[in-house]
């Protein structure tokens, strides 16, 4: 049995286009032309409302659009400052301290509100009236994970008290 012989042609005779395919091409440049100027009257009207609102509320149509997201950031980021309790969280600082019966004083506080995070800094008569310190504030509702972060026992003063740094999470009570 022989195999049938193929014959390949790679250089074949261009065919004419039908006329379906002319006037599928007609239409298709019609349709094109046609969305491209409803659109750009869209653009227009776009454009002429913008200017109208923008009129109507006094602020300026060009370049304000930055502007506007600037000021819309920077009052979220006061929002969000306003509902921080920071007013409950140094009540309970004072609360803790004001229970050391004068052998701490809470010398700084630096809150990091967006790791909710509370950096201390105490001095302490003694390092174990430090370390009672951060015992209490480990027992504080609103702080949690309350660690001793160094400490440095004060040489340049006479009763050589304990400077200690002393790192928290802090968390809203309800």
């Known amino acids: ?14 065919r004419k286009p039908g006329g379906v395919a002319v006037l599928l091409l007609v239409v298709g440049f019609a349709a094109a032309g046609w969305a491209t100027w409803d659109y750009q009257q869209t653009e227009d009207q776009v454009a002429g409302l913008s200017l109208r609102l923008a009129q ?11 502007a506007q997201d600037r000021v819309v950031a920077e009052a979220q ?25 004068g052998d701490v004083s809470l010398l700084t506080v630096e809150p990091d509100r967006v790791n909710r995070k509370l950096k201390l800094t105490a001095e302490a008569r003694s390092l174990p009236a430090a370390l009672k310190y951060v015992q209490r504030l480990q027992k504080n509702p609103a702080l949690h994970d309350a660690l001793l972060e160094s400490h440095q026992i004060r040489t340049d003063v ?6 200690v740094q002393i790192v928290a999470d802090w968390r809203a009570t309800s």
Do not use: C, N, Y
């Open 77 to 101: 980021k006061v929002a969000l400052e306003l509902q921080t309790p920071w007013t409950a969280m140094l009540d309970d600082l004072e609360a803790a301290t004001a229970g050391t019966k």
């Open 158 to 163: 006479a009763e050589r008290p304990v400077r």
């Open 56 to 66: 109507a509320t006094g602020t300026r149509a060009a370049g304000s659009r930055g």
């Open 1 to 14: 049995m022989r195999p049938a012989h193929i014959e390949l042609d790679f250089i074949a005779p261009s």
